[in-house]
């Protein structure tokens, strides 16, 4: 293999092996093996399976996602959750980041690239999606962006990854689309 | 020890093996080191550290917990988010449950029990607000408690479990409430 092709594959492989047995039982014999290449190939680049993860965490970085733009807060509101509803299906996100999350508690250099990497993504999209609102007149001056990140995105989450009950449907995310908005012209 | 101390000293082992080390980590051996106890001590009583988690599960089962009864949706609203936002800071609802969450997708034994013990309890309190707020003319016959669960509960988990930004302030829960019955009357 090629150098970058090796590189690819250990990357792939740290996030199969992630998705499969979680970041406590992952090792670094496990993830050469299933990427069918030497443990030195990948301590060659990585000096652990904690930077490993970083690094994986940092090409999922979601800055630079750009914000909806349909006109009216419902719409923005609505495509958000269907983005959201799509990526919480993702194995990383259904599997890798709630289990990262339990490390963050632990390790916090993977608390901080988590945030840095997915919340600070997704603020910036959501704090895009308020001022053009506030910029119609749908919400008022001074709307917070992180209360709307916590309205829109917090009752998907905690169905979709708290109680899993399987793929929502489209009239579930107009519900909470209906009450997203409605929560976030209370609060104004 | 008597034995009713030997199996009271295991479970407080457990709980704090899970908090430290989490699920994946936790040992036989090392619960029982913790507990002070044999590891024979801890077979004899469970088969495994799974089972032993079942176990300690079933015995933080909320049902039959009260419903908050103070006269309106708002209030109420209010008063179960106090609980949650107590609970959540807990280490069991901040690090063992995320942490068992994960295990949930390798192990339906720990989703099946996660979901008995803990959200059949959060969603039969919210039901009994939800049938109080439609007795009172406050939402109309029909409104959904499961909706309601994801409304109310669904932005403060994502807030103290995800985001982890500290402990939510007063006018935060004062916040998530108006959101939420915005929302729910919304649905309406």
């Given at each position: ?18 998705a ?20 030195t ?9 904690l ?10 970085a ?15 509101v ?21 289990d ?46 992180d ?6 995105v917090g ?34």
């Open positions: 293999m090629l150098r970058e092709d090796v590189t690819e594959a250990i990357r792939a492989a740290v996030f199969e092996e992630l499969a047995v979680g970041f406590a039982r992952m090792s670094i014999e496990g993830i050469a093996r299933r990427a069918g290449v030497g443990k190939a990948v301590y060659r680049r990585w000096k652990s399976k930077s490993l993860v970083l690094d994986l965490l940092t090409a999922f979601v800055k630079g996602l750009p914000a909806p733009a349909t006109g009216s807060l419902h719409g923005d609505r495509a958000l959750l269907e983005v959201a509803s799509h990526a919480l299906r993702h194995p990383v996100a259904s599997q890798v980041i709630p990262l999350l339990v490390e963050a508690a632990r390790h916090p250099e993977i608390a901080e690239t988590v945030r840095a990497t997915l919340l600070d993504g997704q603020r910036g999209v959501v704090a895009q999606v308020v001022r053009a609102a506030v910029d119609r007149g749908e919400l008022p001056e001074g709307a917070d962006a209360r709307a990140l916590d309205l829109i009752p998907l989450y905690w169905r979709l990854v708290v109680v899993r009950d399987g793929a929502p449907t489209a009239a579930y995310l107009d519900d909470l689309t209906t009450a997203a908005v409605a929560g976030l012209r209370a609060l104004a």
